[in-house]
């Protein structure tokens, strides 16, 4: 059974930073795309990161420079730290894997499974 566990979240100030935490189980962090989208209340669901299998990352432009993904298989957890954070980042967080998990356009298309969310909150 696939089970993604998203921790990490909180309030900060602006120019903070908070790193997100997504243990994954069923299986291991390295075969599938894994990564993380948020969502704020009256708008459409925003893709933030993918890894691959192989490493690679894709970020969206709105976090690129500030947010780093990245996993450790021997803990099997998906990570993203976030830096510089803006009031415009607040929303909830939830981590994601799929086969072909992609940022596409502003949204993250190709979502299997995902987690519960967790909320962050950052003031000005």
């Known amino acids: 059974q696939v089970q993604l566990v998203e921790s990490g979240g909180g309030s900060v100030q602006a120019g903070g930073s908070l790193r997100l935490s997504c243990v994954v189980s069923?299986?291991?962090?390295?075969?599938?795309?894994l990564g993380w989208f948020r969502r704020t209340p009256g708008k459409e669901r925003e893709g933030v990161a993918t890894?691959?299998?192989?490493?690679?990352?894709n970020y969206a432009d709105s976090v690129k420079g500030r947010f780093t993904i990245s996993r450790d298989s021997f803990k099997n957890t998906l990570y993203l730290q976030m830096n510089d954070l803006k009031p415009e980042d607040s929303a909830i967080y939830y981590c994601?894997?799929?086969?072909?998990?992609?940022?596409?356009?502003?949204?993250?298309?190709?979502?299997?499974?995902w987690g519960q969310g967790t909320q962050v909150t950052v003031s000005s």
């Open positions: 890894i691959d299998s192989d490493g690679d990352t």
């Open positions: 994601a894997a799929g086969q072909s998990l992609r940022i596409c356009g502003r949204n993250i298309c190709g979502t299997n499974d």
């Open positions: 069923g299986y291991p962090v390295t075969i599938y795309r």
